[in-house]
Nanobody, 125 residues
């Protein structure tokens, strides 16, 4: 079974940057989606970005495109989320998730089966 571990969260000032990492183990196939999601207290979980590991195709929520970049390092079994120009409204717990044997990726949480435990991001004004 796939195991996912996130890291890289922290506290930054508005306008700052963070790079989150999601390291996967337990599944070596290429046909999977890795998605980044976030959830703030009292709010619903929302998608941020996703990546299809077979070829590296990326998907973004429109509001995130241009500030956030998802990428992968296949040798490290890791997917990254580079977050720039952070805003206070980006404050949330950030999760990575995996969907196996996919042929396309979405940014809705219902597609994803395996989840990490999250890494917190706090952006202060």
């Amino acid at each position: 079974q796939v195991q996912l571990v996130e890291s890289g969260g922290g506290s930054v000032q508005a306008g700052g940057s963070l790079r989150l990492s999601c390291t996967a183990s337990g599944y070596t196939g290429s046909r999977k989606c890795i998605g980044w999601f976030r959830q703030a207290p009292g709010k619903e979980r929302e998608g941020v970005a996703a990546l299809y590991t077979l070829g590296g195709t990326t998907y973004y929520v429109t509001s995130m495109k241009g500030r956030f970049t998802i990428s992968q390092d296949n040798a490290k079994n890791t997917v990254y989320l580079q977050m720039n120009s952070l805003k206070p409204e980006d404050t949330a717990m950030y999760y990575c998730a995996a969907a196996l044997d996919a042929n396309q990726c979405g940014v809705h949480w219902s597609q994803y089966i395996y989840w990490g435990q999250g890494t917190p991001v706090t952006v202060s004004s």
